[in-house]
């Protein structure tokens, strides 16, 4: 009995030791990359996405299979439209008040607030919208392809008459 509680500790002891080497718990983490990704708040480029919304790609390829990482940042009071996404959506509030409701129509009186620090994890195929307070910073990260479809498919801004 006594020499499988060494044993057993042993093992238990190495394998703590494999789980907490630096090395294996970035592997762990780590995307495809064959080098890390490392992205300062100075470094990351904005692009116009919809109006009132820019939206910057920190590591994947949001439009294709596989890992993504995205951030959005809204102008004070824009508004998403009612949408859903064919895969989970995870959302960390980085900066300022993102507000979400669930639901098929926009519903002000519905919204939750969730400051900075918050996270959401928002399930496939649930219908939901946002807003922001102040200007707001969310970033996003799941598995691709990112892909965000309206309720009502005339809300969509990519379609919309410019």
């Known amino acids: ?54 939206i910057s790609v920190l590591s994947g390829d949001p439009s294709k299979p596989g890992l993504y990482t995205i951030r959005l940042k809204f102008s004070d009071a824009t508004h998403v439209a009612p949408h859903w996404h064919p895969e989970d959506e995870s959302v960390t509030v980085v900066q300022g008040t993102f507000l979400a409701g669930m639901g098929e129509k926009y519903d002000a009186a519905a919204l939750h607030e969730f400051p900075t620090g918050s996270f959401i994890l928002m399930p496939k195929q649930m219908r939901h919208f946002a807003a922001a307070r102040g200007e707001t910073i969310v970033q996003l990260h799941g598995n691709g392809p990112f892909v965000i479809n309206y309720v009502n498919p005339a809300d969509d801004p990519s379609k919309s008459n410019k």
């Open 1 to 54: 009995m006594m020499k499988k509680s060494a044993i057993t500790l042993v093992f238990v002891a190495l394998l703590a030791l494999v789980c907490l080497r630096p090395d294996v718990v970035f592997a762990q983490g780590s995307s495809s990359a064959a080098t890390p990704v490392i992205v300062t708040p100075d470094a990351v480029k904005w692009s116009p996405l919809a109006p009132g919304m820019q």
